[in-house]
């Protein structure tokens, strides 16, 4: 049923198109996101999307881009089945792609006489974690880039599999708050960690496709005869390479009107010791908390925390890379509409600190990492479906690993973004 990964990956897009087709009196939905950009950059000359050490998605110097073209198809009946499929496409200097992003089958079942809600979701999608990225084609909302830890889960976390949600609802258990808890089984997600030791902690709005690899940055261990000879130079993170199964478990307390708190725990229980075609398995854990607090009519406070480790070895069991990671931010969000007399203008400001820590001593391959990140971003809504940003990025970052091409180990990074986005 696996077969590394490859049947899984290619063919079950098409299976849920099949059956999609074999349901009638559905309703059909199409939504979506066109994100047009003017970027400046002050970074290297190659990001990391380009392979380099740039922590932006896009280079040194100033482009236009489709930054994303974004289409979220869902079918739904009147049973509470519903399908679902992402695509995502962008068009810049790096690179320019098109293709799957998630595609999902979905059950929800009404409130049984206890006020219990139960849900089930199986195929291609992201864990329940973000509370940035939930705009249609897991777009944000609120800023043009996504901060580092979500950047990441768009880069590297994705999974084949399936959820089990059950979901205490308050109005029907005279309670202002919702209860709920998940558990989700997965697989092809093995080489998840790959990226984050090579390419660091990032910060763009790029989410990697569903069959899509990664280049790595070239460093001395990658060179003929050097620990990591055999790796290959693009990590594919959406790999199922020792057919073990991965988990995912989180909580939810939602109060009315006012906010929640989550928290959960992801393992992938991946083998570290294990490769296929230069793909290594790398064993990637963490848990993360969320939340999201109403603090005035006008201001809400989103916070998020991850915190993990990261495992790879050679065949002989070795360590070749043993990471501890975190990143966190927090942002507040401000409406306007105090000043101006309606919701047209929101500015958002985000601060970050993230870093890595190399527990192991392989020779050509310092991983260690620390840096701090602000966003601020004003936003304006033109019409009903049209939004104006402009959002500055500055990144402060120690990365031993640029000495390895002559670049410097501490460097501060900035990026001005002007967007038009139509949402549909």
């Known amino acids: 049923m696996i077969n590394n990964g490859r049947f899984n990956r290619y063919h079950l897009p098409l299976f ?145 599999g399936s959820e089990f949600k059950i979901t205490r609802l308050g109005r029907l258990n005279d309670n202002n708050f919702d209860l709920s808890l998940s558990a989700t089984a997965f697989v092809n997600n093995d080489p998840t960690g790959a990226l984050l030791a090579w390419h660091g902690w990032n910060m763009s709005s790029r989410q990697t496709l569903w069959t899509e690899s990664r280049e790595l940055p070239w460093f001395p261990a990658l060179a003929p005869g050097k620990p990591f000879a055999g790796q290959a130079r693009s990590s594919d993170p959406f790999l199922e390479v020792d057919d073990r199964v991965g988990y995912h478990i989180r909580g939810e307390w939602l109060l009315h009107n006012k906010g929640k708190l989550s928290a959960g725990y992801y393992d992938n229980r991946a083998t570290p010791y294990i490769v296929q075609n230069g793909q290594y398995a790398w ?38 890379v043993n990471n501890d990671y975190t990143t966190g931010f927090v942002s507040l969000r401000y409406n306007w509409q105090a000043f101006t007399g309606d919701k047209k203008h929101q500015t958002t400001l985000r601060l970050e600190d993230f870093s ?31 939004f104006l940003s402009a959002e500055l990025n500055y990144i402060d970052s120690h990365r031993p690993a640029r000495y390895y091409t002559h670049q410097a180990v501490d460097l501060t990074e900035q990026q001005l973004q002007l967007a038009a986005r139509y949402f549909f």
């Not at 050509?364 to 620390?370: A, I, K, R, T």
């Open 16 to 160: 849920l198109l099949l059956a999609v087709n074999t349901i009638t009196a559905a309703e059909y939905k199409v939504h979506g996101i066109v994100d047009m950009r003017a970027t400046s950059t002050d970074s290297l000359s190659n990001s990391y999307i380009s392979a380099g050490q740039g922590k932006f998605g896009l280079s040194d110097g100033q482009q236009l881009s489709v930054a994303q073209l974004g289409v979220t198809l869902a079918v739904e009946w009147e049973n509470g089945l519903s399908a679902h499929g992402v695509l995502n496409g962008y068009l810049d200097d790096e690179d320019s792609n098109a293709g799957l992003t998630e595609a999902y089958f979905k059950y929800r079942t009404l409130p049984n006489s206890s006020g219990y809600r139960f849900q089930t979701k199986a195929g291609i999608f992201y864990p329940e974690i973000s509370l940035e990225n939930n705009a249609f084609a897991w777009a944000s909302k609120d800023t043009l880039s996504s901060s580092t830890l979500n950047t990441w889960l768009g880069e590297e976390v994705r999974i084949l």
């Open 283 to 320: 064993h990637t854990r963490f848990y993360h908390l969320d939340a999201r607090w109403q603090l005035s009519k006008t201001l809400t406070l989103t916070a998020q925390y991850l915190s993990g480790d990261t495992l790879m070895q050679s065949p002989a069991q070795q360590d070749m």
């Open 356 to 386: 890595v820590t190399d527990n192991d001593q392989t020779w050509g391959d310092n991983n260690n990492e620390d840096g701090q990140a602000l966003t601020l971003n004003h936003s304006y809504r033109l019409a009903k479906q049209w």
